[in-house]
């Protein structure tokens, strides 16, 4: 295979030269802007490699030089004309040789008030370019309303990069993949029966171009031929795994540029679906995490698309985490002999993730091959900088690596944020979900039961995440049976027998006497968000429920999303003081005491079993003894100083406190290859 370095010019004599040709410029210029210019371009004519300086020869690690490489002059552009370009080997901005040195932050999994901190220690790293996807579940949670504020202001982190001084390559999807509920895709779209996504179906191209509509309107602004930082924009995400529809990704790419969108576009690819995912006009990238991919990958980019840049767009720092399994983790000399390799292989890199943030809420995703395992909350997926945007040594090399390349001094690394353990909370009210259901309005009636895509909620949406319950009333014992997604606990009356889930599809009804209400609470514990089953993502009961093979009927059903609106419903006569022996599905409700002032903490939730934590108002998402993760992350950003409300849903067995403490524990680890 060949391979390619980037080897220093011979340029002391051309250098010289054109010191003479200054000189005599400064004697005959009344220019001081003409002197500027030329002494600009003589700097990034010395610093960057032309397409000649490529050579096809193999040599040792040890004598591959990459040059030093000084993006300031580059941000100061002026004239904007050709952008990001694919020449030959390289990518060209403007008429400068362009490396990109790229790292993945998700402006929706980090605090917005941390944004500036997260990018700060981006540029510190050595890097010169942000990623970051668009989710649109998250901007889009009802057909045709859309949400760019707060959390999700996308313009305003696009800007911040620009301040800073890095520039952005968008990834807007409509599927994005990211670890995320749907791969990003909303739920409402799954209330068409036939949906097919991902596709050209018509009942999916007019949610997208709606969606697009909007979005793009927002996006292309912001573009760098319009005086914004994107340089580049992706076309959907790793579609030639997918590969359902192959008018699917010329329709994206078009609707893009229907829309204005007229940077370089880039699409995305892992080893599955690199030959099947290439699309006419936009430059293929590729996704891996080994040496060994490399090498095949790029002898395929080279196959496919010729003499191009070659540019990985996801070099997979660590990786995500499933409840249940061990924590993952890369040992960051691997890290740096894998970012070394590829550098030294002639292509641009973006590190995913640079840092992962948190899946607050309950936007975390699943997988769902051989067996179902949803995401955990922490989203740290062993990344550069971990969940609170602390170092990391991998953090430390790649500044090394990337510092040497770098043609300026790096800025220095901001102060970490502080960390503190408080004191811990002890719940002092309680609310049992039974005694909550008067505090929820009136439930759906239905015949039979629906899912919760459907159910008639949020403006004809359906519910997105969290918990629905399913009431009916049965005469008699018997097998239970019904298919759940995703989990689903079985109360006769409030006494609860067991769950339901992909494995336990059945669970024998004990002996009852007369009418006794039979009580289901199923859990949406994430949407699969890679894979060929995505249009097999709707949640809560699907279809009917048996008992000894009858179906039953006359359901009563709760939409349990538990929003920021869901809890306002509990006023201060709801609850009462926490009993001797509580009555499970149980709310606990208790008070964080902060002084002096907030910082982040991460709680600890030993002794109780599995739900959710919500901190003034702010759902820090689930908790699961089964790990790997064993706390949550609470951004300082979040509290104040004082008391802090805190609410705990917990499923089965509540601890006697929450805990806080200043360091994240994630578990037993598992070392990835």
Known sequence: MSTWSLRRRPGRTLGLLLLVVLSFLVLRSTSVFMLSVVFVLFLTASACPSPAAWSSSVSDAEERLLPRLDWSTLMGLQHRRLGLQAKGQNFMLEDTTFWIFGGSIHYFRVPRDYWRDRLLKMKACGLNTLT??????????????????????????????????????LRPGPYICAEIDLGGLPSWLLQDPGMKLRTTYQGFTEAVDLYFDHLMSRVVPLQYKHGGPIIAVQVENEYGSYNRDPAYMPYIKKALEDRGIIELLLTSDNKDGLQKGVVH???????????????SLTTSLLSIQGNQPKMVMEYWTGWFDSWGSPHNILDSSEVLETVSAITNAG???NLYMFHGGTNFGFINGAMHFNEYKSDVTSYDYDAVLTEAGDYTAKYGKLRDFFGSLSGTPLSPPPDLLPKMAYEPMEPFLYLSLWDALKYMGKPIKSEKPINMENLPVNNGNGQAFGYTLYETTITSSGILRGCVRDRGQVFVNT????????????????????????????????????????????????????????????????????????????????????????????????????VPSPSDTFLKLEGWEKGVVVVNGQILGRYWNIGPQETLYLPGAWLNSGANQVIVFEETVAGPMVQSTDTPHLGRNQYIH
């Open 495 to 594: 006494v609860s027998i067991g769950f339901l889930d992909y494995k336990t599809t059945e669970i024998v009804i004990p002996l009852i006497q007369g009418y006794t209400v039979l009580r289901i609470l199923v859990e949406n514990r994430g949407r699969v968000n890679y894979g060929n089953n995505i249009d097999d993502q709707r949640k809560g009961l699907i279809g009917n429920l048996f008992l000894n093979n009858f179906p039953l009927k006359n359901f009563k059903i709760y939409s349990l999303d538990m929003k920021k609106s869901f809890f306002q419903r509990f006023g201060t006569d709801a609850w009462s003081t926490v009993p001797e022996a509580p009555t499970f599905p149980a709310f606990f409700l208790g008070s964080l005491s902060v």
């Open 132 to 169: 970051t996807y668009v989710p649109w579940n998250l901007h889009e949670p009802e057909r045709g309303k859309f949400d760019f504020s707060g959390n999700l202001d996308l313009e305003a982190f696009v800007r911040l990069a620009a301040e800073i001084g890095l520039w952005v390559i």
């Open 347 to 349: 292509a641009s890199i």
């Open 281 to 295: 006009g936009v430059l293929a990238t590729i996704n891996l995490q080994s040496q060994q991919e490399l090498q």
